[in-house]
């Protein structure tokens, strides 16, 4: 019997489930954590997977099986109200991945409720697992079957029975956790009481994250984030006690600053995202300082926070699928506005918001998958893998139309054209179908190959209160950014028309959409951009939408620009820029309406510092079609 600490256990559990949560679905119980340490510790120690047996003479022999059958004790109720026990297997354990692992139990455990398990599922256990401790029970000795080597109790998870009537805060601050209790009964005959306690210390030691055990899981089951480690508490030091306040302030600043490096953006592949600045580790924190209250400085408007909440509204603001880059900026106002927008917990927005997105979503989508299916074989610069565009560009314009702004000017390339012109520009869809049948009004001129991409439009664009505003999208015969200063020139012009009439401020706003790589490798952007502040030419802060498919035609990030983001460029105008995973469309949104918002707010009083924002929103990758 051996009693191990559950701190680690709890904690990433909890990491992973509520990950699993927010993403695809799914959850992990403490059995199956516990049910693969004990798989890999039978692996480390095949002496207990021995089964006593006798040989063709009959004489008494041990049986070293080749693979570990892992059994598993199911309770079931019976309609009369009775409750049976069942224990089927699954076939060599030891060769699955914790993903494998994790299919294979609830798939067992499914069809053992069901009460669809054959014979096959219940011949040759070798090891089984029982856990008593789903009904309190702290420990049990249960009886071997004929052909078993062991079976492994798993008891209660609570804290030890002494410190049970304790206060959290108590708890907390004397680094006490919760325990379970493993038993191993084992065939004595086969295997020695000394390699069964062995065992048991190997399983404790997979539990406290020996070996990569939890990095194993989180790899598995392709959590992008490292998981806590196990350590003693260091909070007994009075001056180690002492700096950890200042610790935090250190680390929620090294968030602000370097979040957007471990941001969960990129909705393509898998990558682990870690930042040696953002571990607990760097800063003398633990796992046992999580649940202690510790001063804030004022972050989130608390003077004190427990750390656990504290890392939890940093990873959301900074770390999430929405990541800001701002703190390059001088200016202590614009921080601050930025702070006060991030660090106070996000409110999900409603389901008439919600709905409005999802609907655009689906216009973008059935506009190219029509496009696909009736113009099968004609050239196509496709928004496929980048719809989120078009929800995007509906927020922002919607927030221009509902501050009264006269119009928005839009500039972009081919990708994605079509749809920007039909599902925001307004451009009806029998005009897009004429000129893909070749059959357009000669003003259009030659339709065919990519002139249709090149042309522009204007039309009214009517916000969810009703106001409405003009839209622009200027025409761009480049496949690339030669388009930028030809805007910000109608731009400027434009408003300072309306200014000669009377009306104040820059009241129309432009909108550059580029790729990634045009962004990063095209010395126009840099050009454009430096001029953003000059009185002569300033258009009073633009938005820059980057749709980063990750290839420049074929050339990945890689091997065509050597900083980290395609937006670096930005920073040289102390232009805050927002990271944003395109396949959460609600994350896009609100970096397009925060985009907006700091325009309106800020790039007025504060002019010099805030001149244009930019929103890169990392898709799925692109093809030319």
Request: aromatic letters at 8%; one cysteine or more.
């Amino acid at each position: 019997m051996r009693a191990v600490p559950a701190k680690l256990l709890i904690e990433n559990r909890a990491a992973i489930n509520k990950y699993l949560a927010r993403t695809r679905g799914g959850k992990i119980s403490f059995t199956h954590i516990i049910g693969y340490a004990v798989i890999r510790a039978l692996a480390a120690m095949p002496s207990m997977n021995v089964t006593y047996g006798h040989d063709e003479k009959g004489k008494p022999i041990a049986i070293h099986n080749g693979h570990v059958n892992f059994g598993l004790a199911i309770d079931l109720p019976r309609p009369d109200g009775t409750r049976s026990l069942v224990v089927p297997n699954i076939k060599g354990a030891e060769t699955l991945s914790f993903l494998e692992f994790w299919e294979a139990y609830d798939d067992i455990v499914k069809r053992g409720r069901a009460g669809q398990l054959g014979l096959e599922d219940f011949t040759g256990t070798t090891v089984s697992l029982t856990n008593p401790g789903g009904i309190g029970t702290v420990h049990s000795v249960p009886r071997l079957s004929k052909g078993q080597a062991a079976i492994i109790g798993v008891g209660a998870l609570e804290y030890p029975a002494e410190f049970r009537g304790v206060s959290d805060k108590i708890i907390s601050q004397n680094a006490i956790s919760k325990v379970i209790t493993l038993t191993s009964t084992y065939d004595h005959r086969v295997i020695q009481g000394a390699g069964s306690g062995e065992f048991l210390k190997i399983v404790e030691s997979y539990l406290l994250g020996a070996e990569g055990f939890y990095d194993e899981i989180f790899e598995a089951i392709r959590i992008p984030f490292k998981p806590l480690r196990w350590s003693r508490d260091n909070q007994v030091d009075p001056d180690i006690e002492v700096s950890k306040v200042a610790r935090i302030q250190q680390l929620i600043h090294a968030y602000r600053v370097h979040g957007h490096l471990v941001a969960q953006t990129n909705p393509l592949g898998y990558r682990v995202l870690s930042h040696p600045d953002l571990e607990l580790e760097k800063y003398g924190l633990s796992l046992w300082d999580l649940d202690r209250v510790w001063p804030t400085g004022g972050f989130g408007d608390k003077d004190a926070l427990p750390l656990r909440t504290i890392l939890e509204r940093l990873n959301e603001a900074y770390a999430g699928t929405l990541a800001v880059e701002y703190m390059y900026n001088e200016s202590p106002e614009v921080r601050q506005w930025f702070q006060d927008q991030l660090e106070h917990g996000y409110t999900k927005p409603c389901r008439e918001e919600l709905l409005r997105v999802l609907h655009k979503l689906v216009e973008a989508e059935a506009f190219e998958n029509f496009l696909q299916t009736k113009y099968l074989g004609q050239k196509r610069f496709s928004l496929e893998g980048g719809e989120s565009l078009i929800p995007l560009l509906d927020a922002i314009i919607d927030k221009a139309a509902s501050k009264d702004m006269n119009g928005v000017a839009i500039g972009m390339a081919h990708r994605g054209r079509l749809n920007v012109l039909t599902n925001i520009a307004g451009k009806s869809y029998a005009q897009i179908f004429r000129e893909f049948s070749g059959t357009a009004e000669p003003a259009h001129g030659n339709s065919s190959g990519d002139v249709k991409y090149h042309l522009g439009t204007e039309g009214t664009y009517t916000s969810d209160s009703g106001k409405q505003t003009q839209v622009y999208l200027a025409a761009n015969p480049s496949h690339l950014e030669a388009v930028n200063t030809v805007l910000e020139g109608i731009v400027r012009a434009k408003q300072d028309v309306l200014n000669e009439q009377g009306v104040e401020g820059r009241p129309v706003l432009p909108i550059l959409i580029h790729g990634d790589a045009a962004f990063a490798g095209q010395g126009i952007v840099m050009e454009t951009l430096q001029m953003a502040n000059l009185r002569g030419y300033t258009t009073g802060g633009t938005v820059h939408i980057v749709v980063n498919n990750q290839i420049g035609f074929t050339t990945t990030p890689e091997d065509g620009r050597t900083a980290t983001h395609a937006t670096d460029i930005a920073r040289m105008t102390k232009a805050p820029v927002f990271h944003v995973n395109a396949d959460d469309p609600e994350a896009v949104v609100r970096a397009g309406r925060m985009a907006f918002e700091y325009r309106e707010r800020l790039a007025r009083t504060w002019s010099l510092t805030c001149c244009a924002t930019a929103v890169a929103a990392t898709t799925r990758r692109m093809t030319r079609q």
